[in-house]
């Protein structure tokens, strides 16, 4: 890995210091967005639990498709989900 990191250095035309500092930013960076999406999901799971609405699996499977392909697809519709 030490050679890789050389290799990477001397392409970018930078210091190891700078390469080092970028990687430990980006590092940094991706563990920050990872509690945002963290705190996000648990949110989103405490809400549904109180309110007792979700979306169906299969019409947002089926939104996902249609969005990949770059159409305009109708968002799924929020659902009670007990009984």
Partial sequence: ???RAVTAVQQQGIS???FMVAAI????SAAE???TLIAAAKSARR???EDGEGFAADDVHAYFRVSA???DAAKPELRSWRT
């Fill in 47 to 49: 809400e549904m639990l």
């Fill in 33 to 35: 967005q990872c509690v």
């Fill in 1 to 3: 890995m030490k050679q």
């Fill in 16 to 18: 190891p210091h700078a």
């Fill in 25 to 28: 930013a980006q590092a940094v």
């Fill in 69 to 71: 392909k770059g159409k």
